[in-house]
């Protein structure tokens, strides 16, 4: 026996990241974001729901909390990331979550408060 298909309003209520990623694509093509703007807050998701799955932690964007988005950072940074980077993925990631708020789908963005560390600037000499 066949399963019917699951219809996109179904999936979207289930807060998985794919078909939300999706949909934060199309909503910033739309707004005519650049490629390369679009290939890095992708990546930061991706990175984030990466992490969120082999660390066992919830995946669904409406149960992820602040703490999770924490430890996603920690990673990234023990990994060897530069600070900018870091900041990148954190921008990156407050441009979904609100997205996410903004379009119903969470009640508060993870994020909420959350500020990219400001990078010392080289002095000069």
Do not use: C
């Not at 984030?48 to 602040?66: D, K």
């Not at 990331?81 to 954190?90: C, D, E, G, L, S």
């Amino acid at each position: 026996m066949a399963r019917a298909p699951i219809s996109a309003p179904e999936s979207r209520a289930a807060g998985d990241f794919a078909p939300l990623r999706s949909s934060f694509v199309r909503h910033l093509r739309a707004e005519n974001k650049s490629p390369s703007t679009v290939v890095t807050y992708t990546k930061a998701i991706d990175q984030l729901a990466a992490f969120l799955a082999s660390s066992g932690m919830p995946t669904a964007v409406s149960a992820v909390t602040r703490e999770h988005v924490e430890a996603f950072l920690i990673s990234r940074q023990v990994q060897g990331f530069r600070p900018a980077t870091v900041a990148q993925r954190i921008r990156s990631l407050q441009q979904f979550f609100r997205w996410l708020r903004d379009e119903g789908e969470i009640r508060e963005s993870p994020m909420h408060n959350m500020r990219a560390r400001r990078r010392p600037r080289p002095r000069s000499r």
